[in-house]
Nanobody, 114 residues
Framework: QVQLVESGGGLVQAGGSLRLSCAAS????????MAWYRQAPGKQRELVAL???????NYADSVKGRFTISREDAKNTVNLQMNSLKPEDTAVYYC????????WGQGTQVTVSS
């Protein structure tokens, strides 16, 4: 098992930036996939970005060119750099790890004002 704790959410104006971090309770070196999801009020949870143990990344079309996912294996951390934020990016952002099972953090709120 692995516990995940997100941080870095907050309130930002449109066009601004935030950096989310996901700290894992143990090494993430062998975790197959680390990902960020988000869920806006009244909507389903959706994949934002993922990164594999080999470093391959994938992004939702809505965030391509604006968000960057990265991993710091030495710190057991996965980050999500979010630039050029839009009001439609407002959501609770969740960290996810896939290894034998699927594990979730508690989420962090991101609010983008227009």
């Amino acid at each position: 098992q692995v516990q995940l704790v997100e941080s870095g959410g907050g309130l930002v104006q449109a066009g601004g930036s935030l950096r989310l971090s996901c700290a894992a309770s143990r090494s993430i070196l062998r975790i197959h996939v680390m990902a960020w999801y988000r869920q806006a009020p009244g909507k389903q949870r959706e994949l934002v970005a993922l990164i594999t143990s080999g470093g391959t990344t994938n992004y939702a079309d809505s965030v391509k060119g604006r968000f960057t996912i990265s991993r710091e294996d030495a710190k057991n951390t996965v980050n999500l750099q979010m630039n050029s934020l839009k009001p439609e990016d407002t959501a609770v952002y969740y960290c996810n790890a896939v290894e034998m099972g699927s594990y979730w953090g508690q989420g962090t709120q991101v609010t983008v004002s227009s």
